[in-house]
């Protein structure tokens, strides 16, 4: 069975004139699941963002330890203290869970109802009333396919524009049309969450009036990446290592002058270095058939980190230099295995650059973190 | 019209001993030398320790410089 992986974006704004956003998203991944838990807590400001902050960690948490839902929900909503006034909780739950087998679980506490987006069509997930340790909550569960599309807002976005522009705010039924007209299956998640956070900002006028967030998974083919860099330690193992490089699954990058010798030596085919596009900091590219990307190794893999680290710059960028093609790469990229070299690299035995291969192990730490920290699987091996 | 094979290195090294500033002296030779030269890059010629490095005509030459990389180029132009 082809497995599916769920893309995720989180897009949000915070109440205007508040610096942190009393909606909190929280997405763990694991081999079992993967949950993402989004919390609204009550108001905004710094007393919203720290109910939401704990709402949040504390179902993530519990999922993570495999506690059944029906067992957290009543966890959280004892735990959570309720408004005297308002007898209502202080913060709203809402938690999404996929499985490996593309299952879906929604379960919505005080939370607006969650968007299914399925073939251009926009509707209800489908959920059930029920009664869970005296709270109403609601929870449905729907096996998923390829570009299925799961939208969820919080109260912020229902509300945008309202007793402004939009009487009664955008509300459900605005949003949802919205999606249907101006959004495609094909778009990334990415792109779908900042264009519905960006019709919300809209509606308020650019000025929020309530803490809003759009999170949107949507379910697609995993996306693999090989990245090869450094010669291995020893000679006699270049032709197995190339062997892993273009067996592997998905894209095909390396990254080192003296690793793409070798994988041209191997493979028989020739490096072609690119003069055409020239960078000032970044090492021209080159490129060997059959493979999707051949760039210098410690000086751009030391740049592609810093690319990482700004992804709305990256995605806007037109530069075509090896560090941005390599960072754009990784970061489509939802599992990364790195084959990295532990060779003395002579184009490092330079007297200019001393400890090297210390530098080395650093560089692939760095990005190792680069991507993690972005939700990707990463594998490193040293050989 | 038989040209003249240059192949300046691009790699770690070399690319920090300044490359590039050859690449560029050569890319500004007026038309009708730069014509003439097959430039190239290439990834490392395994002589890291004396870079920047060129091979011109297939002989590997060490520590050059553009004025020098343009003096060779001058003498072994077809
Ligand atoms: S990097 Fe130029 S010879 Fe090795």
Redesign the interface.
């Known amino acids: 069975m082809n497995r599916l992986y769920p893309e995720i974006a989180v897009a949000q704004l915070s109440k205007a004139g508040e610096e942190l956003c009393g909606d909190k998203v929280e997405i763990a991944r694991t081999e079992a699941a993967t949950t993402v838990v989004i919390s609204d807590g009550l108001g905004s400001g710094v007393k919203a963002n720290i109910l939401a902050t704990l709402t949040t960690k504390i179902t993530s948490s519990l999922l993570k330890r495999n506690v059944p839902i029906t067992e957290v929900v009543p966890t959280i909503t004892q735990t959570l203290p309720v408004c005297r006034e308002r007898k209502i909780a202080y913060s709203t739950l809402q938690i999404i869970k996929l499985l490996p087998d593309s299952m879906a679980t929604v379960v919505e506490f005080d939370s607006p109802t969650t968007f299914l987006f399925r073939g251009g069509q926009v509707v209800p997930f489908p959920t059930e009333a029920r009664n869970i340790g005296g709270k109403a909550i609601r929870e449905g569960r729907l096996l998923l396919g390829e570009g299925d599309i799961i939208v969820a807002v919080s109260d912020g976005v229902i509300h945008a524009g309202i007793g402004g522009l939009l009487k009664l705010g955008w509300d459900w039924p605005g949003i949802s049309a919205e999606l249907a007209a101006h959004c495609s299956p094909a778009d990334d998640a990415e792109k779908i969450a900042e264009h519905i956070l960006g019709c919300c900002n809209g509606y308020y006028l650019g000025q929020p009036g309530d803490d809003s967030t759009v999170v949107v998974i949507k379910l697609r083919r995993p996306r693999n990446l090989t990245l090869f860099t450094g010669p291995p330690a020893n000679r006699d193992m270049d032709e197995q290592i190339v062997k892993r490089l273009m067996g592997g699954e998905g894209k095909k990058v390396v990254a080192g002058g003296t690793t793409a010798n070798i994988v041209s030596r191997v493979l028989g085919l020739p490096v072609n270095v690119d003069l055409n596009y020239q960078d000032p900091e970044i090492p021209p590219i080159a490129t060997i058939d059959n493979l999707d990307l051949v760039t210098e190794g410690v000086l751009t893999l030391t740049a592609a980190i810093g690319r990482l680290h700004d992804i709305r710059k990256l995605r806007a960028s037109a530069r075509r230099d090896g560090a941005t093609l390599l960072a754009r790469l990784l970061y489509e990229a939802d599992r990364i295995d790195i084959l990295a070299g532990t060779a003395v690299n002579p184009a490092h035995q330079n007297p200019n650059f001393p400890a090297q291969i210390n530098i080395k192990a650093q560089v692939i730490a760095n990005l190792r973190n680069a991507l993690e920290d972005l939700g990707k699987r990463v594998t490193v091996e040293w050989v | 019209m038989s040209t003249l094979l240059v192949e300046i290195c691009?790699?770690?090294?070399c690319?920090?001993?300044g490359s590039?500033d050859i690449?560029?002296a050569i890319e500004s030779l007026p038309p009708d030398k730069r014509g003439k030269i097959d430039?190239?890059?290439?990834?490392?010629l395994?002589t890291?320790?004396k870079?920047p490095n060129a091979r011109i005509n297939g002989v590997v030459l060490s520590e050059m410089t553009p004025e020098r990389t343009l003096a060779v180029i001058e003498d072994n132009l077809p």
């Open positions: 691009l790699g770690t090294s690319h920090l001993m590039q690449i560029d430039l190239r890059g290439v990834t490392c395994k890291c320790r870079g």
